[in-house]
T-cell receptor, first 115, second 116 residues
Framework: AQSVAQPEDQVNVAEGNPLTVKCTYSVSGNPYLFWYVQYPNRGLQFLLK??????LVKGSYGFEAEFNKSQTSFHLKKPSALVSDSALYFCAVMGGPYNFNKFYFGSGTKLNVKP | NAGVMQNPRHLVRRRGQEARLRCSPMKGHSHVYWYRQLPEEGLKFMVY????????ESGMPKERFSAEFPKEGPSILRIQQVVRGDSAAYFC??????????????FGEGSRLTVL
């Protein structure tokens, strides 16, 4: 069964510092991994995805994520956090190609960036 | 190009009433997905529909919940005889075809149901 785990409910970081939001996954077969961001009272916005290729994936708003197959991780990173990055971040795994009905989300990590 | 449109954004119902949530996918998208987000929780898949067909409803509660995506008009998620536990944010997402495009789902802003 496909699943993702976000071990941290909340991450606090000072503006200008690097940030990491952790995600580990469990899939059978090749993983299709995604990060989404949710601002208060809004829908989810796509940040980036890993399907195949380079392990370091670059996405929107300066975010990037590193796929690590041996550690089954897909951590979200940004070199320098902004206060406006404060939001709820979701990691997701898709159960195989073309299966959006098998799109499993983690429980979310709240990122707080303090000035 | 308008995004995924959901309405109402907020809905208040008393226990036992019916709730109808509507979703118009992005133009050109024929696949619709409904997710539920309970407070302080992630999103849970409910149902996947194409025009006039329910493809996967494995995440739908067995009773009181139903969904449709007619040939004309928006997709509708219907909750009959609502209970307090139905209070949640319901998100609709669409994609152009199964796994098509750039591979991500496009989400609406959500409909927040409160059951008194």
């Amino acid at each position: 069964a496909q699943s993702v785990a976000q071990p941290e409910d909340q991450v606090n970081v000072a503006e200008g510092n690097p940030l990491t939001v952790k995600c580990t996954y469990s899939v059978s077969g090749n993983p299709y991994l995604f990060w989404y961001v949710q601002y208060p009272n809004r829908g989810l916005q796509f940040l980036l995805k890993y399907i195949t290729g380079d392990n370091l994936v670059k996405g929107s708003y300066g975010f990037e994520a590193e796929f690590n197959k041996s550690q089954t991780s897909f951590h979200l990173k940004k070199p320098s956090a902004l206060v406006s990055d404060s939001a709820l971040y979701f990691c997701a795994v898709m159960g195989g190609p073309y299966n959006f009905n098998k799109f499993y989300f983690g429980s979310g990590t709240k990122l707080n960036v303090k000035p | 190009n308008a995004g995924v449109m959901q309405n109402p954004r907020h809905l208040v119902r008393r226990r036992g009433q019916e709730a109808r949530l509507r979703c118009s996918p992005m133009k050109g998208h024929s696949h619709v997905y409904w997710y539920r987000q309970l407070p302080e929780e992630g999103l849970k898949f409910m149902v996947y529909l194409q025009k006039e067909n329910i493809i996967d409803e494995s995440g739908m509660p067995k009773e009181r919940f139903s969904a449709e995506f007619p040939k004309e008009g928006p997709s509708i998620l219907r909750i009959q005889q609502v209970v307090r536990g139905d209070s949640a944010a319901y998100f609709c997402a669409s994609s152009p075809r199964q796994g098509g495009g750039t591979g991500e789902l496009f989400f609406g802003e959500g409909s927040r149901l409160t059951v008194l």
